[in-house]
């Protein structure tokens, strides 16, 4: 529920960061505030954020709906992080993050399709650069510790042991994890 138990709003998202009223209707085919088309990738649709649109992040995450449905292809739910700042050593490292994830197939990472990565041209010469991964279906650790409280020794301990197990993996592959925090450690469900 949203702010004084309403329900939450229906439609799809602008992914234009610097637009005014991002929502649109479902049925729309570009944004009613700023025009931007709302098939990303003539692909992805935007349905719902994953956390508050707010300057004071540097990525927008979504979850979006897929709308190449090919029956050769396993179809899972994904997100679509997108890179709002411009500068170019965080373009950088989100492309070289983008290169690695789809080359890594582990069963605790999301996966990521070998066109999961592309740019949405904004006003010249901006770019967003944009990443879309399989969704991991769960609970964060932070939403689960709030809900459940403490965890036992043997818990915490298995669940550091899972933890460095995938760290050490993505490590070796070659990418580093910058942030690392219990929102963006996923209980699968």
Same mark, same amino acid.
């Given at each position: 529920?949203?702010?004084?138990?309403?329900?939450?709003?229906?439609?799809?998202?602008?992914?234009?960061?610097?637009?005014?009223?991002?929502?649109?209707?479902?049925?729309?085919?570009?944004?009613?505030?700023? $025009?931007?088309?709302?098939?990303?990738?003539?692909?992805?649709?935007?349905?719902?954020?994953?956390?508050?649109? %707010? %300057?004071?992040?540097?990525?927008? !995450?979504?979850?979006?709906?897929?709308? %190449?449905?090919?029956? %050769?292809?396993?179809?899972?739910?994904?997100?679509?992080?997108?890179?709002?700042?411009?500068?170019?050593?965080?373009? *950088?490292?989100?492309?070289?993050?983008?290169? *690695?994830?789809?080359?890594? &197939?582990? =069963?605790?990472?999301? &996966? !990521?399709?070998?066109?999961?990565?592309?740019?949405?041209?904004?006003?010249?010469?901006?770019?967003? =650069?944009?990443?879309?991964?399989?969704?991991?279906? $769960?609970?964060?650790?932070?939403?689960? /510790?709030?809900?459940? $409280?403490?965890?036992?020794? !043997?818990?915490?301990?298995?669940?550091?042991?899972?933890?460095?197990?995938? /760290?050490?993996?993505?490590?070796?592959?070659?990418?580093?994890?910058?942030?690392?925090?219990?929102?963006?450690?996923?209980?699968?469900?």
């Amino acid at each position: 529920m949203t702010a004084a138990n309403q329900p939450p709003e229906i439609g799809c998202y602008c992914i234009n960061p610097r637009c005014v009223n991002r929502l649109n209707p479902d049925d729309g085919s570009r944004c009613l505030s700023c $025009g931007m088309p709302l098939l990303i990738n003539d692909r992805y649709r935007l349905a719902k954020p994953l956390r508050h649109l %707010d %300057d004071d992040y540097s990525t927008d !995450v979504f979850e979006v709906e897929d709308w %190449d449905i090919n029956p %050769d292809q396993e179809n899972w739910p994904k997100v679509l992080k997108v890179l709002k700042i411009q500068e170019t050593g965080a373009q *950088i490292l989100f492309e070289r993050e983008s290169t *690695i994830l789809m080359r890594l &197939r582990h =069963p605790n990472l999301p &996966r !990521v399709e070998p066109d999961g990565f592309f740019t949405v041209a904004l006003e010249p010469p901006k770019k967003l =650069p944009c990443l879309v991964m399989e969704q991991i279906e $769960g609970i964060n650790l932070r939403a689960w /510790l709030r809900e459940n $409280g403490e965890i036992t020794e !043997v818990i915490a301990v298995d669940w550091l042991r899972q933890i460095t197990e995938l /760290l050490s993996y993505v490590h070796e592959e070659g990418l580093l994890q910058r942030d690392i925090k219990p929102s963006n450690i996923i209980l699968k469900a």
